[in-house]
């Protein structure tokens, strides 16, 4: 199916638009613009689709944070780090990571650079950089035999003796220059999970209080086609270090 696109900026339009931080993190510039969250497609924690405005530009790390750039906190700071999930190398993203384990890691590289410019992504941010001004179930359409081009999953990745993400990059990004958005590692977002309504939503965070942590993208481990889709949400204690679960970082534009 040809892929649909929405009314959302040109994200290529700034000689800006690709940084790479101290420990040799990429992240593209977002621009901000209005989307539509959800899928009627999905499972109701993905309806009802509902319109959100994200009003501010950011940047979003082309990649998920490898094995190689964690080990640096964990060196550093002696994070907790889940050895016989990591072996694919320090070009892999790494797993094995719950939500407070990626909220130490980003202190670490706040403090290591000055300010607060570090963040795990919104769940609205993680959408619309994941949709990347598309209306479809993927980035590239609705036809999830494409999926394979674009991600590692369930499909393509488990393997019997060799239980591990994968090099980030090696698949297809998607039309906003982001890879493995549809697969290879589950990511950690900020937001305490909580049902959608149908209101407009200007930068939705989440709930203030509640157990669970969103995390999104699909992953490596078991994870059919119809759960690495935009829309689609699982929840976690945030304590939880999954062999799938990983994170991927927001840099604010504005310090």
């Known amino acids: 199916m040809k892929r649909q696109i929405s ?16 420990i040799g993190m990429k992240f593209k510039l977002i621009k901000a613009g209005k989307f539509k969250m959800g899928s009627e497609k999905g499972s109701d924690r993905e309806k009802p689709v509902h319109w959100v405005e994200i009003t501010k530009d950011f940047y979003m790390g082309v990649y998920e944070v ?14 907790y780090f889940k050895e016989w999930c990591n072996k694919q190398g320090d070009n892999a993203a790494v797993t094995g990571v719950s939500w407070e384990d990626a909220q130490g890691f980003i202190s670490w590289l706040n403090e290591k650079e000055g300010g607060s410019h570090y963040k795990l992504p919104t769940e609205a941010q993680w959408e619309y950089s994941a949709r990347a001004g598309t209306t479809t179930e993927y980035s590239f359409g609705d036809d999830s035999s494409l999926l394979g081009d674009y991600a590692w ?16 990059g090696q698949k297809k990004p998607n039309p906003w220059g982001l890879y ?3 697969g290879n ?11 959608y309504s149908s209101s407009l939503f200007s930068d ?10 969103v995390y999104r993208g699909g992953g ?26 990983g994170f991927r970082l927001l840099k604010l534009s504005t310090p």
């Open 204 to 213: 939705p965070t989440g709930p203030s209080t509640g157990s669970g942590r």
């Open 153 to 168: 999953y369930g499909g393509n990745a488990y393997n019997e003796g060799e239980q591990y993400a994968h090099i980030v």
């Open 185 to 195: 590692v589950w990511e950690w977002v900020a937001d305490i999970y909580s049902s």
């Open 66 to 79: 490898t094995v190689g750039q964690y080990k640096k906190y964990v060196d550093e700071k002696g994070g």
């Open 220 to 245: 490596w481990l078991f994870a059919t086609a119809s759960k690495c889709r935009a829309a689609f949400r699982l929840i976690g204690s945030p304590g939880l270090r999954g062999s799938n679960l």
């Open 180 to 182: 493995d958005m549809h």
């Open 7 to 22: 009314q959302t900026p040109d994200i290529y339009s700034t000689t800006q638009d690709i940084v790479t931080n101290s």
